[in-house]
């Protein structure tokens, strides 16, 4: 059974940084297309950044040259390195898991979903 588990985030002021992690079991990281999604309340969950199975990545206009998405074959982790955050970054970030190749960045392309980690931002 697929599972992913996100960590790493927490409060920071405008201008800090945070790292979160999303360990997956049951399959290995390369077998997916893998995706960071962000929602706030009353909102449709935003897709943030991509890596397909390929290793070639994609990102949201908003965070673009801000964050990077990356993954560790080895240890079998996604991650996005989050830097110059701003208050519009607060969110519930949940990582997602696909067979879809390069798909785009759309909730329903996702088949597997981890149970999101909040990132507060203050100013």
């Known amino acids: 059974q697929v599972q992913l588990v996100e960590s790493g985030g927490g409060s920071v002021q405008a201008g800090g940084s945070l790292r979160l992690s999303c360990a997956l079991s049951g399959a290995t990281v390369t077998r997916y297309s893998m995706e960071w999604f962000r929602q706030t309340p009353g909102k449709e969950r935003e897709g943030v950044a991509v890596i397909n199975r390929d290793g070639t990545t994609r990102y949201a206009d908003s965070v673009k040259d801000r964050f990077t998405i990356s993954r560790d074959n080895a240890e079998n982790t996604l991650y996005l390195q989050m830097n110059s955050l701003k208050p519009d970054d607060t969110a519930m970030y949940y990582c997602?898991?696909?067979?879809?190749?390069?798909?785009?960045?759309?909730?329903?392309?996702?088949?597997?979903w981890g149970q999101g980690t909040q990132v507060t931002v203050s100013s």
């Open positions: 997602a898991a696909g067979f879809y190749d390069h798909p785009p960045l759309l909730r329903e392309y996702f088949d597997h």
